[in-house]
């Protein structure tokens, strides 16, 4: 199967819950299924939106959430990427 891309603008549009919602059900069609969210901002060490999608999927955390593999570019202050990375002294996105 190919990548599905999820997108919309704005906060609070619904893309974690459709994400996490869509794996579930691509799941519950025999599909070995993993979600990817590219960055966050807002929270330390794991993504909360990776988070959801695992709870809305009925799995644990997987080992590539933990290894920051599903979502390599996370960033403490609720900001822009660009904008929060900046804020921590990181020019590039670069997983710390």
Avoid: W
Avoid at 17 to 32: E, I, M, P, S
């Amino acid at each position: 199967m190919k990548p599905i891309f999820i997108t919309a603008i704005d906060t609070d549009a619904g893309k974690t819950y459709a994400t996490g919602l869509f794996a579930r059900f691509l799941q519950q069609k025999g599909y070995n299924t993993i979600s990817q969210k590219l960055s966050q901002t807002g929270c330390e060490e794991v993504s909360e939106d990776i988070e959801v999608h695992r709870k809305l999927m009925g799995i644990p955390m997987q080992e590539v959430d933990t290894a920051g593999l599903t979502c390599p570019y996370i960033f403490p202050y609720p900001a822009s990427p660009h904008l929060s990375a900046a804020m921590v002294g990181q020019r590039e996105l670069i997983r710390k």
